[in-house]
């Protein structure tokens, strides 16, 4: 019987001829990635008995969450962080200049295909998007990972969406995740491995896959996987210095579920507070006011995110009372942005540039939101409470929505503001 | 190993954002920290909760990020154990690594807020001491009881490594 590509990694990785969903394994960790979680997991590694960490340069860490530092206690954090790094030699450190983690630690050349990774955030899951299994961790799993490089994982079975067909005009890798999200439920996965596949996958950018990898996990994934192809193979190469090999699915893999999705019943969509199950066509929510658009985070704040918002506004001002934050996910994405003329494009919009962090979207040190506040982000979550008071509202859409949205004023689709 | 308690019963799709939202994260003092546990869902939670005390909860306990710090503001105020119909998968090994007790049980849903409880880790059952009845849990396999026995992940590693 053959083995999908989740199933193949964890066997490679524990060291099995092979693997079937359920059993228990221990398995070795090609990569730990860390963010200000570093500080903990130091903590707990040194109270295991710890005292060098197994393998410094299969550990990459880096300053994303409160980036800069906006309290003394997280200056303090992020201090204790780079001697930790320093003394232990771990090689693969950013600090706060380069932006977030799920970005940056692909765009660095530390993510290959048929690797297991590891890191204290849920939105590891990202990595799949290169045909790595990548799953989200706590810090006191990551001390023990420190320690000898090594985790168990209960090899999970893998739902597999077979998309095909074209994607309507506006209609992105978002609205695509947003519609799984709202018709299959927030635990359809959970405990389970979700691989993306068809034509449709196949056609998208290999940064619209990772933002169907990264909310894999509002699914309850374990991990979210993209098979590699070309396009993959072709944005790892430069980073990485050489085309790597590949992992596929066997002919006779086996999978729990295999759906087919038409591309042409996906609209675009928008998820209602407080879940991102609750995703509705957009006409269903067009036209509720807003007081915050966000467009950034790890799911969606790449150069293609900006370009599309900035095609969205063609111009126009973002809508008065309305406070537009852009963030993009890294330096590079950055820099880029800031070469296409899109930051320029933004920033005479009315819209407020930061640096490359989670920031906004998990409350951290900035962009939060006041009771009754309503917000339209490009982000992954909108748990009540996540950015900031607990009695305000957040609406998750792509970047086109969020950008049209805050040209309008309120809850709009990229058609409704063309031509305004 | 069992624990007995008094039922905080809680419904579905319990985020990490309601259970320690992300804008307290910086507060790096467990104790201030779990002030703030369960505001956004409950806000007699932190006041009324008496160490011992278990939550019962539906589908999909704990979902979200995997800020380890939900698992540990719970167990700071004393939280017995969290039993619920499932559980998302990071809090779930956050929980178990933090030694706090958890069991997946799909009969939980009849147990209401005030019933007494007792769970038996070992045995994978939930016995509901108020209406009598009992429940079947998901078991645990041996390395992972032990783990919870030994108050955590660091606690077992250290254990192991001697």
């Not at chain 1, 077979?162 to 005009?169: K, M, S, T, Y």
């Not at chain 1, 993209?226 to 072709?234: C, E, G, N, Q, S």
């Not at chain 1, 979207?361 to 992954?380: D, H, K, R, T, Y």
Request: charged share 20%; aromatic share 8%.
């Amino acid at each position: 019987m053959g083995m999908t590509i989740s199933e193949k990694i964890l066997a490679r990785a524990a060291g099995l001829p092979s693997v079937r969903p359920g059993e228990i394994v221990e398995c070795a960790v090609d990569l730990a990635m860390t963010h200000e979680g570093t500080a903990a997991a130091a903590q707990k590694f040194f109270a295991m008995g710890g005292a060098r960490v197994w393998e410094p340069g299969r550990i990459a860490s880096l300053l994303d969450h409160w980036a800069p530092a906006h309290t003394e206690r997280i200056a303090g954090v992020h201090s204790l962080i780079r001697s930790f790094v320093a003394a232990q030699g771990i090689k693969n450190f950013y600090d706060i200049r380069e932006g977030i983690c799920h970005q940056v630690i692909p765009e660095k050349g530390h993510v290959r295909p048929g690797w297991l990774i590891v890191g204290t955030d849920s939105h590891t899951t990202t990595y799949g998007a290169f045909g790595a299994f990548a799953t989200g961790v706590g810090v006191t799993d990551m001390a023990a990972v420190f320690l000898d490089g090594r985790i168990w994982l209960k090899v999970p079975p893998t739902i597999r969406f077979v998309i095909e067909g074209d994607l309507g005009p506006h209609v992105t890798s978002k609205d695509v995740m947003l519609y799984l999200l709202g018709r299959f439920g927030t635990e359809y996965a959970t405990y389970k491995a979700v691989e993306f596949a068809g034509g449709t996958v196949r056609a998208m950018s290999v940064s619209s896959r990772m933002t169907l990898t990264n909310m894999a996990v509002e699914m309850g994934a374990k991990a979210g996987i993209v098979a590699p192809d070309d396009k993959t193979l072709d944005w790892l190469e430069p980073r990485l210095g050489f085309r790597p090999e590949v992992m596929n699915n066997d002919t006779d893999a086996v999978f729990e579920l295999e759906i087919v999705i038409n591309a042409g019943e996906i609209g675009i969509q928008v998820a209602c507070p407080h879940s991102p199950g609750n995703s509705v066509p957009l006409h269903q929510v067009a036209g509720r006011p807003i007081n915050q658009a966000f467009l950034g985070s790890c799911t969606n704040g790449r150069l293609e995110d900006l370009a599309a918002a900035v095609a969205v506004m063609g111009g126009r001002p973002v809508a008065p009372g309305v406070r537009m934050i852009v963030i993009p996910a890294s330096r590079e994405v950055y820099r880029e942005a800031m070469g296409m003329g899109y930051i320029q494009a933004l920033s005479e919009a009315g819209a407020v540039i930061c640096n490359p962090t989670c920031g906004a979207c998990i409350g951290a040190q900035m962009g939060l939101l006041a009771p009754g506040e309503v917000c339209i982000a490009s982000s992954n979550r909108n748990f009540k409470g996540r950015m900031g008071s607990q009695d305000a509202e957040v609406y998750l859409a792509s970047p086109a929505v969020v950008a049209a949205s805050a040209v309008a004023g309120l809850i709009a689709g990229p058609e409704e503001v063309a031509g305004k | 190993m069992k624990i007995r308690g008094f039922a905080w019963k809680y419904g579905d799709n319990i985020d990490t954002d309601l259970i320690i939202p992300g804008k307290y994260l910086d507060i790096g003092d467990v104790r201030e920290l779990a002030r703030h546990a369960m505001e956004g869902l409950d806000p007699d939670f932190v006041s009324k909760f008496r160490p011992g005390d278990v939550i019962v909860a539906g589908r999909n306990f704990g979902c979200g990020s995997s800020r380890e710090n939900a698992a540990d503001v719970l167990k700071e105020l004393g939280v017995g154990a969290v039993v619920a119909e499932s559980f998302a998968r990071i809090f779930f090994r956050n929980a178990i690594n933090i030694g706090l007790p958890v069991l997946e049980c799909e009969g939980c849903g009849k147990i209401e807020g005030g019933h007494e409880i007792e769970l038996d880790m070992r045995s994978a059952m939930v016995f509901n001491h108020t209406s009598g009845s009992v429940y079947r849990a998901g078991s645990l396999p041996d390395f992972i009881l032990d783990i919870v026995e030994a108050g955590g992940l660091v606690e077992y590693k250290k254990k192991s490594r001697r």
